[in-house]
């Protein structure tokens, strides 16, 4: 088996001991970069003099006896709306090539300070938002499954570059979905973890973010187990003055892996941008949720329609601010591929709410405190929910985009993404079963803040029965894959 082939976990292991050198698996996954990327063109920026450079360092230091942290040596991606000091923070857009990040993010350095080696810059959409991942400065990435279906957006690179061995651990941030959706898209997952966990910085080179961004975006990791997961997100922790609101890791409520009772929810609760799910996703999750009852949880389906509300309200409060701060910057530099994206996005926006005014706006964050305080008590029954990561499997590429009525559907059927960062609860994407055309279909875990751990264990558990096995190979035409023999 080839380096690029093993689990981040393994190959932390094997560079701990000696086994291998983090030479050795950084030529790995960049040969494996040269191998498939120009068929998925997932990595958009690739660093291979620096990434061999900082190898040769991780070498050094463990043959000299300094300490190394938990990545020591393992290669890895970060996300190109992220700044790295010295690189061009694009967000995907063509204008911003130039725009140099004077200091690396805290997501970003953490992961650096605990030894990885950072082998490249992954695809995004244009301002990293859009369910999928495309844009005039680099180009479409391709859905290692199927290419007629998206790879997920907008952490869609991160999410690619995982499932073709392209690096066992990858960046990416999540605001409405951005982590979770592209990692069950492509048969990997992803964890947006508990508000707080993670110091982080999610501004754009170009404006202040508005208080929906700073509220909504966490920034996680992407792998192909779960327990991988668990160690990105670990190295990813260390405390950083330049994020307020995280919690020192010392104080964190301790976390329960115990078998507990799990809500399934798969109806929002309400027509419109209040949601809706397709067949196809809602036997993903029932299938989900038998493998958990069969692993000994408590399964009851139930009624929850405060994540349909949460979902709508997610619409509500951020485009009223993107539509103050970002709808003259999308016109300016915006590709036009996504401004009548963006533009349909606000049809639907304007028809569902009208002009929102202080007032209406006020309101909305305050019910958003309210649903929050309705949900956790809710989780005193259901530690757990267990939904549809979608309301519909993989789309087709640019269906997103097609028509008013199209883009609506959508935007009401990704409820269970958009309700989350309004809710503030930690989340984890993981494949449950496949589509009619071959593409995965993704399940969502939520669990109470800070109790991260019991969502690793529960995904763990639809890991295991799934059977998804990455990496593998770029699909040329989107025939299936044989899921038991890849890897």
Request: glycine share 10%; proline share 8%; aromatic share 6%.
């Amino acid at each position: 088996m080839e380096i690029w082939q093993l689990s981040a976990t393994e190959v932390a292991r094997l560079l701990r001991t000696g086994a291998v050198s983090s030479v050795e698996a950084t030529r790995s996954v960049l040969g494996r970069i040269a191998d498939v990327n120009p068929a998925a063109n997932a990595i958009v920026d690739v660093r291979e003099d620096e990434a061999l450079d900082a190898a040769r360092k991780a070498d050094a230091r463990l043959r000299h006896g300094r300490a190394t942290g938990p990545l020591h040596g393992v290669p890895v991606t970060v996300k190109v709306n992220t700044n790295v000091a010295g690189l061009p923070t694009t967000e995907g857009v063509a204008a911003y090539r130039d725009h140099i990040a004077t200091e690396t993010d805290p997501q970003a350095s953490s992961w650096l300070d605990a030894g990885a080696v950072l082998v490249g810059r992954t695809n995004c959409p244009p301002f990293a938002t859009r369910w999928t991942t495309e844009n005039d400065l680099y180009g479409t990435t391709v859905n290692p499954w199927d290419p007629a279906v998206t790879p997920g957006g907008s952490s869609g690179g991160a999410a690619v570059a995982v499932a073709l061995g392209m690096g066992a651990l990858a960046h990416g941030n999540d605001i409405g979905g951005s982590i979770r959706y592209p990692a069950t898209c492509c048969g990997v997952v992803g964890m947006r973890p508990t508000p707080g966990r993670v110091p982080a910085w999610a501004g754009s080179p170009s404006h202040d973010p508005p208080m929906a961004v700073q509220a909504f975006v966490e920034q996680g990791p992407l792998a192909r187990t779960v327990a991988d997961l668990r160690l990105g997100l670990r190295a990813m922790e260390a405390y950083d003055s330049r994020d307020p609101r995280a919690i020192a890791r010392a104080s964190r409520i301790p976390a329960s892996a115990e078998r507990t009772r799990v809500a399934v929810v798969t109806d929002p609760g309400g027509p419109g941008l209040r949601g809706s799910t397709t067949a196809e996703s809602v036997a993903a999750t029932r299938t989900a949720a038998e493998w958990l009852a069969d692993a000994g949880y408590q399964v009851d389906e139930v009624e929850q329609p405060l994540f349909g509300e949460a979902a709508e309200l997610w619409w509500k409060l951020a485009l009223t601010e993107f539509a103050l701060g970002m709808t003259a910057e999308v016109e300016r530099v915006g590709d036009p591929g996504f401004r009548r994206f963006f533009d349909l996005m606000f049809t639907v926006y304007r028809d569902a709410f009208g002009e929102v005014d202080l007032a209406g706006f006020v309101a909305g964050w305050a019910r958003r405190g309210m649903l929050r305080r309705q949900l956790s008590v809710f989780t005193d029954r259901y530690p757990l929910v267990l939904t549809p990561v979608s309301g519909e499997p993989p789309f087709p590429m640019g269906s997103d985009a097609k028509s008013v009525e199209r883009t609506a559907e959508l935007m009401g059927r990704q409820w269970p993404l958009m309700s989350v960062p309004v809710l503030g609860f930690p989340a984890l994407g993981v494949p449950a079963t496949r589509s009619a055309g071959g593409a995965p279909v993704g399940v969502q875990v939520i669990g109470r803040p800070f109790e991260d751990d019991a969502v690793f264990a529960a995904a763990e558990v639809i890991e295991a029965r799934a059977g998804f096995t990455t990496p593998i190979d770029p699909s040329p035409s989107g025939e299936s894959h044989d899921v038991a023999a890849l890897g």
